[in-house]
């Protein structure tokens, strides 16, 4: 199955379980990268970080995601490592 938005372009929405990086394609974050952790409660939710997991997450729909490419992830992943940790 493929979405697509108004003006923008197709994309298989990234699958249940499919947990690593993912791309908003639609919505409040469309554009951010982020990391699919976790499913959340309820039908077709994913919690997805923005850097680091010990931030804030969001609950998006996994139908406004799709599969980041190798290098949207190796990106990501370099930018989440740069970023200051809290202390605990």
Excluded: C, H
Excluded at 59 to 66: D, E, H, T, W, Y
Aim: hydrophobic share 35%.
């Amino acid at each position: 199955m493929t979405t697509k938005t108004k003006a923008g372009p197709e994309w298989t929405p990234v699958e249940e379980g499919a947990y690593g990086v993912v791309v908003v394609m639609a919505g409040k974050f469309k554009g951010e990268t982020g990391n699919y952790d976790d499913d959340a409660e309820g039908r077709g939710r994913a919690i997805v970080y923005f850097g680091s997991i010990v931030e804030p997450y969001e609950v998006l729909p996994r139908r406004n995601l799709r599969v980041a490419t190798k290098v949207e992830a190796e990106a990501y992943w370099k930018q989440a490592s740069l970023r200051p940790q809290p202390r605990s």
